[in-house]
Each structure stands twice: as structure tokens, then as C-alpha cells.
């Protein structure tokens, strides 16, 4: 638990010293368990409807994590009611099993490309809404429980 918390505080001041970042948030899994019920939702305002951003999903995964592999759906819905759904697969380790993704002990956070060049076009409040859709080979039922996903956030970096 202190790992966490320290690894939580190095995350924060490094996101602090980005000064691209416009928004980031993020929501744990209790116990690192991440259920298919379970949307990560998220709201944040945007009244800049001229300048480009990159949107990121960010993972933070421990070595419980089974997959090397992590299959999302994204729901981004507009102040206007638009939504777009996007099927998003990202590989989480190589071919050899090193984890991808940056940091030191057990966990790793992967910062994972989502929106490249977005503008915003509606001023108001959108929604963010990611859910895994991870299931095993040969099967047609989703994982109910998925192991190893420590937190699941989202970053708007202004594009320069």
C-alpha cells in the first residue's frame, strides 16, 4: 500500500510539470479488480472550441495482470448528445512479457493514445465513458473480473 501511494504522488508531480496538460483524472479498482459492470465515467468541460488536444486512456496495471493485451470501449459523448464509441485494443507487455509502460516496481502505467488532433466543437460538459471488453480465446463471454488493472484514467494535452 505505501508503493501505491508513493508511486500515486511521483505520477502527480510529474503531471503537474507537463504544461500541455489541460485535464487529467483518474478512478481505482478496489483491490485491483476491475469488473465488466463497472464503466469507468468521467465529466470534464470544455469551452475551447478552437484548439487541437490529444486524448489519452491511461492504465495502471501490476503484474497480476494475465493478458498481454487490454481490449476497451470508449464512449465520448458531446454536450450536444452526440456519442462516439470506439472498440480500442492496446497491447500492455512484449512478446517476451516485459511489461510496456513506465514505471519502477510492480506497477507500470501505460499512457494509451485515444484521441489524436481532436477539437472540441460543442462548449459544455462531456463524457468520457471506458469499460474493458477483455475475454479469453474461443469464448464468447466477457471476463467478468478483470485482475491486474490497478486505476483507469484520461489525459487532454493541448497539442503545441
Known amino acids: 500500500m505505501p508503493?501505491?501511494?508513493?508511486?500515486?504522488?511521483?505520477?502527480?508531480?510529474?503531471?503537474?510539470?507537463?504544461?500541455?496538460?489541460?485535464?487529467?483524472?483518474?478512478?481505482s479498482n478496489p483491490g485491483g479488480i476491475w469488473a465488466n459492470s463497472d464503466a469507468k465515467?468521467?465529466?470534464?468541460?470544455?469551452?475551447?472550441?478552437?484548439?487541437s488536444n490529444d486524448v489519452f486512456i491511461s492504465i495502471r496495471n501490476d503484474e497480476s495482470y494475465p493478458?498481454?493485451?487490454?481490449f476497451l470501449i470508449a464512449d465520448l459523448e458531446y454536450p450536444n448528445g452526440d456519442i462516439q464509441r470506439d472498440t480500442l485494443e492496446y497491447e500492455m507487455a512484449m512478446p517476451d512479457g516485459k511489461w510496456l509502460g513506465k514505471g519502477y516496481g510492480s506497477i507500470k502505467e501505460n499512457k494509451l493514445w485515444y484521441k489524436e488532433n481532436i477539437i472540441f466543437p460543442v462548449k459544455g460538459v462531456y463524457t468520457l465513458q471506458i469499460s474493458h471488453a477483455m475475454r479469453k480465446n474461443g469464448s464468447a463471454e466477457g471476463i467478468m473480473e478483470l485482475q491486474g488493472i490497478i486505476d483507469v484514467g484520461f489525459l487532454i494535452e493541448k497539442r503545441k
Open 3 to 27: 508503493e501505491r501511494i508513493i508511486y500515486s504522488m511521483l505520477v502527480l508531480l510529474i503531471l503537474a510539470c507537463n504544461d500541455k496538460l489541460t485535464h487529467s483524472e483518474f478512478q
Open 41 to 51: 465515467v468521467f465529466n470534464f468541460t470544455e469551452n475551447d472550441t478552437i484548439s
Open 67 to 70: 493478458f498481454s493485451n487490454l
